[in-house]
């Protein structure tokens, strides 16, 4: 499991009991993944911790708030500092312990097929893509927008029609270039303008 992509191990630990993962090869069935976990509900509990301490935590009230399902390994820190960052009318859960009902989920680059498979499993939420490269809390996901930005190249422009990316490319060029040193210095990303929705 440890050489196959992300996404594609996330596809067979989102596997149901009875559900199976087929591989095809140019429209051709090549090989078949089935599930071999026996439980449909439960919950994951650490092994080391006594049944007391589990039984003190009250259940998370999600009423009023925004519910961030995060579809990407984030320690118990990490959701923690994420949410403490979003502020208190929102609650960060991982994906498992998160309901169907979801406002959001927050899932790294990705396949679409994986993408698709998330939606049906949260419905109702919004669907965010995010590189995170957070080295204190040891979290990192590299799409390819972050691997091209480490390779050198000089900014990135969210997909846009040609008058808004004319825009973004001449901020870029003209205002949004600082020289330190005789280099150039990273550019930022533009938010889009909000009169071009």
């Known amino acids: ?104 989920l927050l899932v790294p680059p990705a396949s679409p097929q994986l993408i698709g498979r998330l939606r049906l499993m949260f419905p109702e939420a919004r669907v965010i893509v995010a590189e995170i490269e957070d080295h204190e809390l040891g979290v990192r996901y590299e799409g390819p927008v972050g691997r091209l930005l480490n390779a050198g190249v000089d900014g990135y422009m969210p997909p846009a029609a040609l008058p808004q990316v004319a825009r973004q490319l001449d901020f870029t060029l003209r205002q949004g270039r600082e020289l330190a040193g005789g280099t150039a210095v990273p550019l930022q990303i533009t938010p889009p303008d909000p009169g071009d929705a």
């Open 1 to 104: 499991m440890s050489r196959l992509p992300e996404d594609i191990v996330a596809l067979i630990d989102a596997l149901e009991p009875g559900e199976s993962l087929v591989l095809t090869r140019d429209g051709a069935s090549i090989a078949t993944i089935s599930s071999t976990v026996d439980v449909i509900q439960g919950a994951v509990v650490d092994r080391d911790a006594p049944e007391e301490q589990a039984d003190e935590q009250p259940p998370i009230d999600l009423d009023g708030v925004t519910v961030v399902a995060t579809a990407m390994e984030l320690s118990a820190a990490a959701r923690v500092a994420l949410s403490d960052q979003l502020g208190p009318d929102y609650v960060v859960l991982d994906m498992h312990a998160a309901p169907k009902t979801a406002d959001v």
